[in-house]
């Protein structure tokens, strides 16, 4: 039966539950980020302006993307330095991924342990074209998490859309997450699995304790708007994903991620997180 308000039983004791899961979870200090590509022609031009602007808007972790891998040691400790100085954290890192290999493994470690990082994110695998060379990335990967062990890191896959489109049978995240160890991160884009028509509180209720980090980027049906979507606006059920993977996913970080929007990046970082803190409370 619909109600008056158009809501079903089940749509609204799933609602419930959700809620009621979130308000449980809420004592959980769980920072929020901001991945800088969102704002990656700032950096560009002023990296430790931009950093010093985003800590400004409150945001308590900053994730850097692929071009931090050419700084020096000494260019690391700086901006080290800097978070200290802002109250920010460094939890995790984006990587290509030839900084797996093992011959460029251990520079991405030595400036992720001096930046604080936790976590050694793999951005994306390259062209892959079967299931036996997703099998390859998995490897790699658990490879990858052996050596960063004892060093107090770990090593992660950040999914894009093609992760979710099935191939022979099954979607490279399935191959992924059955073929790596429970040490590889499974860092969730909440924007490309709700693009690809993945439920993305059912991936992680399948898949407990492996989202230690979560892109908080949002989606629109709407062809016009598609990722340009603020966080809040687009077809993300939030609070329902913030009650799973705090109550079963292991996050540790959420990391607001925006591809471009309506307004300029600073704009949009600063109306992401205030939409992030109202959603999440």
Known sequence: MIGSRGMNRR?????????????????KKIPVGLELYSVRQELQKDDVGTVKAVAKMGYEAVEFFSPYTNWTTAKAKDMRKLLDDLGVKCPSTHNGAAM?????????????????????????????VDLAGW?????????????????????GFHNHLVEFMPMEGKTPMEVLAAETTKNVVLQLDVG????????PVAWIKKHPGRFASIHAKDWSKDPAVGFKALFGEGDSPWKKIFAAAEKSG???????????????????????????????G
């Open 11 to 27: 749509t609204f004791l799933s609602t419930a539950a959700a809620s009621a899961a979130l308000l449980s979870a809420k004592g």
């Open 100 to 128: 797996f290999n093992p011959d460029r493994m251990d520079h991405a470690m030595e400036l992720n342990q001096i930046l604080g990082s936790k976590l050694i994110i793999m951005a994306s695998a390259g062209k892959v």
């Open 135 to 155: 099998k390859g990335v998995a490897e790699k990967l658990n490879a990858a998490a052996e050596k960063m062990k004892s060093s107090g890191l770990r090593a």
């Open 192 to 199: 490309t699995c709700v693009e690809a028509g993945v439920d």
């Open 250 to 280: 292991g996050v540790e970080c959420y990391m607001i991620e925006q591809e471009g929007s309506r307004l300029s990046p600073m704009e949009t970082a600063e109306k992401c997180l205030a939409s992030f803190k109202k959603l999440r």
